[in-house]
């Protein structure tokens, strides 16, 4: 594992923030952590960084790198009236680094930025911000990246761009990734594994897609003439417009497909309705 915390517990006071929790993120792997606003998410990602102390339990982070991790932790700190540029040649001399405007142009295409935009970054959106936030953080090459709530505030075109490229950065230059999210539908598109925590305890955890199949009992699926489906009888179904919402366990939805196809029931999509309150309340 390029980084791990293991029995993990934070108190202020009375409240106990962090309960037992442990999380391990292996280069390549994307691992998200779900959970609603203040179930513990951003204090688990501070005591990662050694932003906080934990009151139990052990970090483990890379050995012998000059940086072991890197990261935006809930929203980049950015210089707004400075540009991309003048941006990641601050952080860079902050963090020791003398890149010239050359080297610079490649941190921000390795991000997807363009390398013409001279004006402020005030001037950016928010997922421009997202990616710039990267960029600094990839600075001296650290083994992971932690990215707190990286999709709030995006439109859909901008969650699905930074979507792809968390993707190709843990695949392209092997980054062990951790990222959180209260959407689970993002994390669901992107992890390998998953961690869920609510009200500071980890109550499940494992690859992404087993776990949305095991606590998915409902699965949506979209066709034009789905309401001719003789097949669905032996189901208890729900129609809404042109989508039959069925009543079944994960491992028979092949089945169900190909006798759909036999019937000549054009399949649009074949989405999981994933059950939250399965998924918060079970505990592994």
Do not use: W
Request: hydrophobic share 40%; with cysteine.
């Amino acid at each position: 594992m390029i980084i791990s915390g293991l029995n993990l517990s934070k108190a202020y006071g009375k409240r106990k923030v962090l309960d037992n929790v442990s999380i391990a993120c292996a280069a390549g792997e994307i691992c998200g952590l779900l959970g609603a606003n203040g179930a513990g998410k951003t204090t688990l990602f501070k005591i990662l960084f050694g932003l906080v102390s934990q009151d139990t339990g052990t970090v483990t982070l890379p050995e012998n790198a000059l940086k072991p991790i890197g990261g935006i932790i809930e929203k980049p700190a950015l210089y707004e009236y400075l540009n991309a540029y003048d941006n990641i040649h601050l952080f860079a001399s902050i963090q020791g680094l003398k890149l010239n405007k050359a080297q610079i142009a490649e941190q921000l295409i390795k991000v997807g930025l363009p390398t013409n935009r001279l004006d402020k970054v005030a001037n950016f959106s928010m997922g421009m911000k997202q990616r710039l936030g990267i960029a600094i953080a990839l600075l001296n090459n650290p083994a992971c990246l932690v990215l707190d709530e990286p999709f709030t505030g995006l439109d859909p075109l901008g969650v699905s761009s930074l979507r792809k490229l968390i993707a190709d950065l843990a695949e392209k230059e092997h980054l062990a990734i951790i990222l959180s999210s209260h959407i689970i539908e993002e994390l669901s598109k992107l992890c390998h594994t998953l961690y869920v925590l609510k009200e500071g305890k980890l109550v499940n955890s494992g690859p992404a897609q087993q776990l949305i199949a095991d606590n998915t009992s409902v699965y949506s699926i979209c066709a034009s003439n789905i309401k001719d489906a003789k097949c669905l009888a032996n189901y208890e179904v729900e129609y809404k417009g042109n989508c039959a919402f069925v009543n079944i366990e994960a491992a028979e939805v092949p089945n169900l497909i190909q006798s759909l196809d036999k019937e000549n029931i054009l399949i649009t999509s074949c989405t999981p309705e994933l059950s939250m309150e399965k998924l918060f309340e079970t505990t592994h």
